[in-house]
């Protein structure tokens, strides 16, 4: 089992920054995809990024690459989601996600352990 808790969600401004934090315990996550997802009201969970702990390699959603930066401190079993430029329509809930043997690392069906989520709130 892996646990994960989100924390660092807000309300901002349009053009603010938030950084979230997802903390990661209950196995040794060295083979696991780390990913973020969100979910906007009346919308499906999308993908966001990810991150592999194993070879450091991200990738994003074409929406917020230039934006958006997710890392990771593997001492401590952590992932981070660094939001800048935010927009309106960047508000969602956003959920930290784990697995390893993923078929493809978009899709949130794919991912066995989840967080509670966190409120992001951009105000134009």
């Known amino acids: 089992q892996v646990q994960l808790v989100e924390s660092g969600g807000g309300l901002v401004q349009a053009g603010g920054s938030l950084r979230l934090s997802c903390a990661a315990s209950?196995?040794?996550?060295?083979?696991?995809?780390m990913a973020w997802f969100r979910q906007a009201p009346g919308k499906e969970r999308e993908f966001v990024a990810m991150i592999n702990w194993s070879g450091g390699n991200t990738y994003y959603t074409d929406s917020v690459k230039g934006r958006f930066t997710i890392s990771g401190d593997s001492a401590k079993n952590m992932v981070y989601l660094q939001m800048n430029s935010l927009k309106a329509e960047d508000t969602a809930v956003y959920y930290c996600a784990a697995d390893y043997q993923l078929a493809s690392i978009l899709k949130a069906e794919e991912y066995r352990y989840w967080g509670q989520g966190t409120q992001v709130t951009v105000s134009s």
């Open positions: 209950g196995r040794t996550l060295s083979r696991y995809i």
